[in-house]
């Protein structure tokens, strides 16, 4: 199978490099091997601090709702961390005391949402508040196992009968002037959390909870929608597990699934992430890219890798993949000339990208615009 670009991995810097491509014509393919990023993600896009208007009509006609305001956000375990864009989910505000009294609302046996934190927090922040749990019958079938009770699984239930939450809460609601809900709304619908807001008489706050992420998981699913409707091949589960490269230039790749069948591309465009996503691998000798063993930022003297104090900026989060300006993916001192690396896999270390989301977007954009000059005539 021959394609114009063929991208390795599909979390948010695989899926905005492959949606840009395609949307301009160029025969794109992803191959991704799992989880990402994505499914971790806390509604909150770091380090994109102004807004980016190319991003705005990506997400736009993706169907992902987000809005850009700084400010605050409340954080899973009750704390306040800056923000400026986000999903439409997780509301920002100007200063942590955004209520006086709030009602935060749980679901009888989901725990991994922590009401007691968040009480914690938010009375540190002068803000009382009281706890209700609601029983629906519509989740008793998952409680009978503590493991079907999960975002995700609530989320596709709740989903179809979020009016019988808003009304409980109405019927429940005293002097309060906020409620606290667990972000378990809205997989498939990202309508749903602004219903609920819609319908209730006060303000509506959706707080984190452990992953899955639910707002998460429903931007890969609409970005990787996105990428389908405009003619890309997702290749879902699969892996690229060998690769083959002649005089600075990649040919082709295998994957696990397609066996025998080489994918060939006149572009490839890395987007594998870091150690939580296996882009990269630390062992006793080194720190290597997984799929090309291209050339890697790191300390050498492995006691450099971290700092023991927990609260640190660990030094192996800035690990990355070597470049050239423009991103080609360097390998044994030669950067490769169709190989370009974008996002978490570059590491922390480049200022003109930033951190998190705004790395992953800002330098698949880059890659995107390089190979695109090759067709500019
Ligand atoms: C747990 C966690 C939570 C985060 N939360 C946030 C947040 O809330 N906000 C924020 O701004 N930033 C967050 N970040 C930072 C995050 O790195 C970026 O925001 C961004 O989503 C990273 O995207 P990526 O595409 O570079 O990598 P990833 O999202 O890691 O995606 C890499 C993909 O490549 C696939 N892959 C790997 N190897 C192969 C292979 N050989 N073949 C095929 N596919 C392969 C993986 O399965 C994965 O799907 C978080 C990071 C982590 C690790």
Same mark, same amino acid.
């Given at each position: 199978?021959?394609?114009?670009?063929?991208?390795?991995?599909?979390?948010?810097?695989?899926?905005?490099?492959?949606?840009?491509?395609?949307?301009?014509?160029?025969?794109?393919?992803?191959?991704?091997?799992?989880?990402?990023?994505?499914?971790?993600?806390?509604?909150?896009?770091?380090?994109?601090?102004?807004?980016? !208007?190319?991003?705005?009509?990506?997400?736009?006609?993706?169907?992902?709702?987000?809005?850009?305001?700084?400010?605050?956000?409340?954080?899973?375990?009750?704390?306040?961390?800056?923000?400026?864009?986000?999903?439409?989910?997780?509301?920002?505000?100007?200063?942590?005391?955004?209520?006086?009294?709030?009602?935060?609302?749980?679901?009888?046996?989901?725990?991994?949402?922590?009401?007691?934190?968040?009480? !914690?927090?938010?009375?540190?922040?002068?803000?009382?508040?009281?706890?209700?749990?609601?029983?629906?019958?519509?989740?008793?079938?998952?409680?009978?196992?503590?493991?079907?009770?999960?975002? *995700?699984?609530?989320?596709?239930?709740?989903?179809?009968?979020?009016?019988?939450?808003?009304?409980?809460?109405?019927?429940?609601?005293?002097?309060?002037?906020?409620?606290?809900?667990?972000?378990?709304?809205?997989?498939?619908?990202?309508?749903?959390?602004?219903?609920?807001?819609?319908?209730?008489?006060?303000?509506?706050?959706?707080?984190?909870?452990?992953?899955?992420?639910?707002?998460?998981?429903?931007?890969?699913?609409?970005?990787?929608?996105?990428?389908?409707?405009?003619?890309?091949?997702?290749?879902?589960?699969?892996?690229?597990?060998?690769?083959? *490269?002649?005089?600075?230039? *990649?040919?082709?790749?295998?994957?696990?699934?397609?066996?025998?069948?080489?994918?060939? /591309?006149?572009?490839?465009?890395?987007?594998?992430?870091?150690?939580?996503?296996?882009?990269? /691998?630390?062992?006793?000798?080194?720190?290597?890219?997984? *799929?090309?063993?291209?050339?890697?930022?790191?300390?050498?003297?492995?006691?450099?890798?971290?700092?023991?104090?927990?609260?640190?900026?660990?030094?192996?989060?800035?690990?990355?993949?070597?470049?050239?300006?423009?991103?080609?993916?360097?390998?044994?001192?030669?950067?490769?000339?169709?190989?370009?690396a974008v996002g978490s896999i570059l590491g922390g270390t480049r200022p003109e990208f930033g951190s998190g989301a705004g790395l992953a977007v800002r330098s698949a954009f880059a890659a995107v615009d390089q190979i695109l000059n090759q067709y500019a005539v």
């Amino acid at each position: 199978m021959k394609f114009d670009t063929l991208v390795i991995g599909g979390g948010l810097a695989g899926l905005t490099a492959g949606i840009s491509l395609q949307q301009k014509g160029l025969d794109t393919a992803i191959v991704s091997t799992g989880q990402s990023a994505l499914h971790f993600f806390s509604g909150t896009f770091e380090s994109l601090e102004s807004p980016s !208007e190319r991003l705005a009509e990506l997400f736009s006609a993706a169907g992902i709702r987000t809005h850009y305001s700084p400010g605050v956000r409340l954080m899973p375990l009750g704390s306040f961390r800056p923000a400026a864009l986000s999903l439409e989910d997780v509301e920002l505000f100007p200063e942590p005391h955004f209520a006086d009294k709030v009602l935060i609302v749980n679901f009888n046996g989901y725990s991994d949402f922590f009401p007691a934190f968040l009480t !914690e927090g938010l009375e540190a922040q002068r803000m009382s508040c009281r706890l209700l749990e609601l029983d629906p019958p519509e989740l008793q079938a998952l409680r009978q196992s503590p493991s079907e009770m999960r975002s *995700v699984q609530i989320a596709r239930i709740m989903d179809r009968h979020w009016e019988s939450v808003v009304q409980a809460i109405r019927a429940a609601l005293r002097d309060e002037d906020a409620v606290i809900l667990p972000q378990v709304f809205g997989l498939k619908d990202p309508s749903i959390p602004g219903r609920i807001r819609q319908e209730l008489p006060v303000r509506v706050v959706f707080a984190g909870t452990q992953p899955p992420s639910v707002p998460g998981i429903r931007t890969q699913q609409l970005l990787r929608r996105r990428f389908e409707l405009a003619g890309g091949t997702f290749l879902s589960g699969d892996e690229v597990v060998q690769t083959h *490269v002649h005089d600075g230039r *990649v040919h082709s790749v295998a994957t696990r699934n397609l066996d025998h069948h080489y994918l060939e /591309a006149d572009h490839f465009i890395l987007a594998t992430g870091t150690f939580f996503a296996k882009g990269l /691998a630390a062992s006793p000798s080194g720190i290597r890219e997984s *799929v090309f063993g291209l050339d890697v930022d790191c300390a050498a003297d492995r006691n450099a890798w971290y700092d023991p104090s927990f609260a640190a900026d660990q030094p192996y989060l800035h690990f990355g993949v070597r470049t050239d300006a423009v991103l080609h993916a360097v390998k044994d001192g030669t950067p490769m000339q169709n190989l370009y690396a974008v996002g978490s896999i570059l590491g922390g270390t480049r200022p003109e990208f930033g951190s998190g989301a705004g790395l992953a977007v800002r330098s698949a954009f880059a890659a995107v615009d390089q190979i695109l000059n090759q067709y500019a005539v």
